[in-house]
Structures are given as C-alpha cells and as structure tokens.
C-alpha cells in the first residue's frame, strides 16, 4: 500500500490547529447537551474525534462540516453563546488556511 498524504504528526502546525479544533468542538458539544439542542448535539457529536484523528483528506472534510455550522440563514451562532462560537470559528479557520497552505505546495 503506497501513502499518498504524510501522517498528521508529521505536519506538527495542522495537527496542533486540528488539535486545539477539536478542543472547542468538545466545549461546543457539552453545551449544546446541556441545553438540549439536539439538533446541534448531532452536527457536532462526530467532529471532536474526527478533528483528533482524522487523515489529512478526513480532516478537510470535517473542518468543512464543521464550519457548515456558521450559515448565513442557520447559524449556530444563533444557539450557543459567542464565547464559545467565535474561537471554535477562529480555529476552524486557522485549520482550513494551514491545509490549504499544505495543499499548495
């Protein structure tokens, strides 16, 4: 089996983004459960640990579900609190620029 993409630890800046990610989806996630917004609860239940440990292809696609989250008519943002919100945007696209930086060379 040939690996076409590097492992995430050998690229320490995605992995320490996707790392910090998947730290605020945790937080998201626990506050979305204790407010019972279970429609909320379902879109972020699979990005804590996707965004852990997930290959570089898995993990685009999780950042982009992730930040699916932030739409212009359905926002997230509209159900949980800012301080919560906001950071977890921040590092989703801080993440998505250092994959697209990868990406490019």
């Given at each position: ?8 630890h ?20 626990a ?61 989703l ?13």
């Amino acid at each position: 089996m040939t690996r076409t993409e590097p492992a995430r630890h050998e690229l320490p800046v995605i992995d320490a983004a996707a790392l910090a990610a998947a730290r605020a989806a945790d937080l998201m996630l626990a506050r979305a459960r204790e407010l019972g917004l279970e429609r909320w609860e379902r879109h972020l239940a699979p990005l804590p640990d996707q965004l852990r440990d997930a290959p570089l292809t898995g993990l685009r696609t999780a950042a982009r579900r992730a930040r699916a989250a932030f739409g212009p008519k359905d926002s997230i943002r509209d159900a949980l609190p800012a301080d919560l919100t906001e950071p977890f945007l921040a590092l989703l696209d801080r993440l998505i620029r250092e994959l697209n930086r990868h990406a490019a060379r």
